[in-house]
């Protein structure tokens, strides 16, 4: 097998996710796109981008496995954990041995740790001087990440921000906080769809998001749209 | 049926409507959120006519509040005194009886939930600024967010001093058996929600831990089924 250089894998991870954002672009497809480069890219475990909903709860958009487990070491630190300090503070918050460093977040430490996590390195999605969320990525070494390393995790973050965030939008908070609760809201919708999925095709929630994303893809439609069919039952996927 | 209603309600957060005033240039607001047991409750309403808008429109089953819903889109009246309104003309005429000259209708939901509704009004006629549309957009979708929040967190029975939810599940877990009970039982997102508040009320448990069940297959909404 040939070794391609990482140099070469991050620019081509970022052609890829530069030539979807020509276009009209699926917004989940491409964040998904994004968790799976950076875990790949970066050597992480698993990644979660994690945005805050208007009730100050973590919500997960985009990770590398769709279980519960991964959403839940994302999530259940609502108020107190590292991914949410990444988040109001909007500065890198790197947890480099989480057994170590984890207790003043007992609840995020024993999750953490139960899934194999030993480190964390979490990097806020900003916008000039507002924060509207974060890029988590765990490995199961503990250690922080190289300069380089922490320089292509803030670029990934970035790129997540621009996807959700339109032109327009950068420039107007109100527009900024529709079209964040819009990504948010569509994320509910298509956890519904993934349920029917499960449902209907006896498939676990992971297997449904791939067939989610599967159908969406070969009928050139967005993962949202695809959603919405299933739920009024447009379509069976 | 009734005080079960009342008691459902009872932790959501009758403050709500603050916002919607201390923001916009109306006269009233109220809210109304589907709670599970009955149809709907009203969270709260600022003054009688913001009741009473709501109430007419739900008794008479007519009016914007209804188009609202099945739209999912705002409904803004400006001038609600004028003009003819096909669609609900036993409710135009009522409201001519009220204090209501301009009448702002927005829906809450989240993906293919409906949460419920809020209802402006002004006593002057006029339309919302887009700057003020905006901002009505924005405290709704927070109204919302906060409603699913209460809802889901809720005890039945325990009222406000319920304990917080100390599950560790996300609400993840909540929307995709949403989306299981939805095709199990051939309804719609809202009826599947609804129909897991219930079981959630009558065996005691939250709506957390019943959507555990369901998620884990070990809970199945099947009509007639297991």
């Not at chain 1, 968790?35 to 990770?63: H, K, N, R, T, W």
């Not at chain 2, 009558?202 to 831990?209: I, K, L, M, P, Y």
């Amino acid at each position: 097998m040939a070794m391609i250089s990482r140099a070469g894998r991050v620019s081509a991870a970022f052609v890829k996710i530069a030539n979807t954002l020509v276009a009209d672009y699926d917004v989940f497809d491409l964040l998904h796109t994004l968790v799976d480069e950076s875990v790949g890219i970066l050597d992480a475990a698993a990644a979660g981008l994690v945005l805050v909903d208007p009730a100050g709860d973590l919500q997960v958009m985009a990770s590398t496995s769709e279980e519960s487990q991964l959403v839940e070491v994302l999530q259940l630190e609502a108020g107190a954990g590292p991914c949410v300090d990444c988040y109001r503070t909007g500065a890198v918050v790197t947890i480099d041995d989480i057994e170590a460093q984890g207790s003043p977040w007992p609840l995020f430490q024993s999750s953490a740790l139960s899934q194999g996590f030993r480190s964390l390195h979490a990097v806020p999605m900003r916008l000039r001087s507002r924060t509207i969320g974060a890029l988590n990525l765990f490995g199961h070494e503990t250690g922080p990440l190289t300069a380089d390393d922490a320089a292509i995790a803030q670029a990934f973050a970035d790129v997540a921000t621009i996807t959700l965030l339109q032109e327009r939008a950068a420039r107007e908070s109100a527009l900024i906080n529709e079209q964040l609760q819009h990504a948010l809201s569509s994320r509910i919708l298509i956890e519904q769809a993934k349920g029917v999925i499960a449902h209907t095709s006896n498939v676990d929630m992971n297997a449904a998001f791939a067939l989610l994303r599967g159908y969406a893809r070969a009928h050139n439609q967005t993962i949202y749209e695809t959603a919405d069919k299933i739920i009024t039952r447009k379509i069976t996927v | 049926m009734g005080d079960d209603a009342d008691s459902m309600a009872e932790g959501l957060d009758a403050g709500l409507c603050t916002g919607f005033l201390e923001s916009l240039p109306i006269s009233g607001a109220a809210i109304s959120v589907f709670s599970g047991l009955a149809p709907e409750t009203m969270v709260c309403a600022s003054d009688s006519v913001a009741a009473k808008v709501d109430e007419l429109q739900f008794d008479l089953g007519e009016g914007p509040r209804w188009e609202a819903l099945r739209t999912r889109r705002p409904v803004l009246l400006p001038n609600v005194r004028r003009g003819r309104h096909a669609a609900w003309p036993v409710f135009a005429k009522s409201l001519l009886e009220l204090d209501v000259a301009a009448l702002f209708v927005f829906p809450l939901a989240l993906g293919a939930l409906d949460i419920g509704v809020v209802e402006l009004y002004s006593s002057e006629s006029g339309p919302l600024s887009p700057a003020e549309q905006s901002t009505a957009l924005q405290l709704a979708d927070a109204t919302t967010w906060r409603l699913l929040r209460q809802l889901l967190t809720l005890v039945p029975g325990d009222g406000a001093d319920a304990p917080p939810d100390a599950s560790p599940l996300s609400r993840r877990e909540v929307h995709q058996a949403t989306g299981m009970v939805l095709a199990q039982a051939g309804t719609t997102a809202r009826d599947a929600l609804l129909l897991m508040r219930a079981h959630a009320f009558a065996h005691g448990r939250t709506v957390r831990e019943v959507a555990r069940d369901v998620v884990g297959r070990s809970l199945d909404f099947t009509p007639g089924g297991g």
